[in-house]
């Protein structure tokens, strides 16, 4: 048995296949396995696969049809032998000791899930723009036991493969994005035991999330992966304070994409989405509850604000030399001292 898995979901990925790849192989831990799920490639992945798992007896491979991301993780998480499970996207790659030190901290604090950091790849820059962020965030867990603000990844977790299979957790199937938040969500709902590791192990690849366009479904999307939560017997059991959190979150996604598309011809479709959200939100949930949360708040009052900032607004140029004043409608640009 070995004492961690990592689990690759593949889908045209033939530009960054082998750098993924040889970061796993090279692991400064030999005594892990690979297990590599093609979802339906359809460029040279499964070969470069293939290729690699000629040479390296740790890795297995699993082809499926084209299921996505989540279905290629639940068919790797059936066969996984190791102690602890990692995921990793096959565009990203792994320091070369992460199983390592991820293994030894969650292991030495008999924990169920352990949170590490990540560099940023952009533009071929390693960047570490999270680590006093997120270091910030594992202080506060570790003092509070709040571990809430790090339900977003999988691939920034280890987990215990007896906590996954016991709890017959599964990532939701069919969806478009916020699967992984689901899983963190329904992990957290089983009451696992934490640890932080305070060290970037993983190296998540900027810049490959799609165009502007695909992006203009965002808050559809959200929508229905929140759908799917609502529908879990585990989120109905949560208490009301938790269930409003989660659902500020999800509509801070909203408000993100809201300011994201202002101004472009894309705005004329995710504002109607999201005031499609809060309409199927506030079937669900009173008035009442949902006013205070600030993000729902600023969905209903978007056009307002907008309105408002067209106006009187006060903001620093892009590069950032100037202070930018707009009084009525009229814009005056004051160089900063």
């Not at 109905?236 to 979150?249: C, G």
């Not at 949360?293 to 307002?304: D, P």
Request: hydrophobic letters at 35%; proline letters at 2%.
């Amino acid at each position: 048995m070995a004492k961690v898995s990592v689990v690759i979901p593949v889908y045209n990925v033939e530009n960054y296949l082998k750098e993924c790849l040889d970061s796993v192989v090279n692991q400064s831990m030999h005594d892990i396995e690979i297990i590599c799920v093609d979802d339906g490639s359809t460029d040279n992945s499964a070969e470069i696969l293939r290729q690699y798992a000629q040479n390296d007896s740790r890795i297995k491979l699993i082809f499926q049809q084209n299921s996505g991301v989540g279905a290629a993780r639940n068919n790797a998480f059936e066969v996984v032998t190791g102690d602890y499970i990692m995921c990793l996207d096959s565009d990203d790659y792994l320091v070369e000791n992460a199983c390592e030190i991820a293994f030894n901290a969650i292991n030495e604090n008999n924990a169920d899930i352990g949170i590490f950091s990540n560099f940023n790849l952009d533009n071929g820059n390693l960047v570490n723009i999270y680590e006093k962020w997120h270091n910030k965030k594992m202080e506060y867990a570790k003092k509070s036991g709040d571990y809430s603000d790090f339900q977003v990844y999988v691939w920034d977790k280890i987990y215990r493969t007896e906590f996954i299979k016991n709890n017959n957790l599964r990532i939701p199937e069919g969806l478009k994005t916020a699967e992984d938040v689901l899983f963190s969500w329904m992990c957290n709902f089983k009451d696992p035991k934490y640890c932080t590791i305070p060290k970037p192990l993983y190296v998540y690849r900027c810049g490959r999330n799609g165009s502007a366009t695909s992006k203009v479904d965002s808050i559809k999307n959200d929508e229905i992966a929140f759908k799917k939560l609502y529908e879990n017997p585990d989120f109905k059991n949560q208490p009301l304070e938790l269930q409003l959190e989660i659902i500020n979150r999800f509509c801070g996604g909203s408000v993100a994409y809201l300011n994201k598309f202002y101004g472009t011809a894309h705005f004329k479709q995710v504002l109607p989405d999201a005031y499609h959200f809060t309409n199927y939100l506030s079937k669900l949930y009173s008035e009442k509850d949902l006013k205070h949360l600030k993000n729902y708040s600023a969905i209903k009052n978007f056009r307002k604000r907008m309105f408002v900032k067209q106006i009187f607004s006060v903001r620093n140029s892009d590069d950032k030399k100037f202070k930018i004043f707009t009084i009525l409608g009229i814009k005056l640009k004051i160089k900063r001292k």
